[in-house]
């Protein structure tokens, strides 16, 4: 048997940056994306009209699991890897 080699040193640091980015985009992003979901014209199109606390909430929510979309992606956007999401047979059981 043989003992599992370490984790390189560098993997260590990778993964200190995505945290970091992440915790950034908790702290530092959902002021500024809150801000931004209350002046969209886009939604007030729809008839949609966020208060404060309910964007502010929304972009709390938003802006830590995107930056890890991003980071996890590599900046991909192109969403490939999320077909199979929307296609709601991907959810039926096998049996």
Wanted: proline share 4%.
């Amino acid at each position: 048997m043989v003992a599992p080699k370490g984790l390189p040193l560098g993997t260590y640091g990778l993964f200190a940056a995505r945290d970091a980015l992440t915790v950034a985009a908790s702290f530092n992003a959902p002021a500024g994306v809150s801000a931004r979901l209350r002046d969209s014209q886009f939604l007030k199109s729809h008839g949609i009209s966020l208060g404060y606390d309910t964007s502010l909430n929304i972009a709390q929510i938003l802006c830590p699991s995107t930056m890890q979309d991003i980071l996890e992606d590599g900046g991909n956007t192109d969403r490939e890897d999320w077909t199979g999401v929307r296609d709601w047979r991907c959810w039926e059981s096998n049996d």
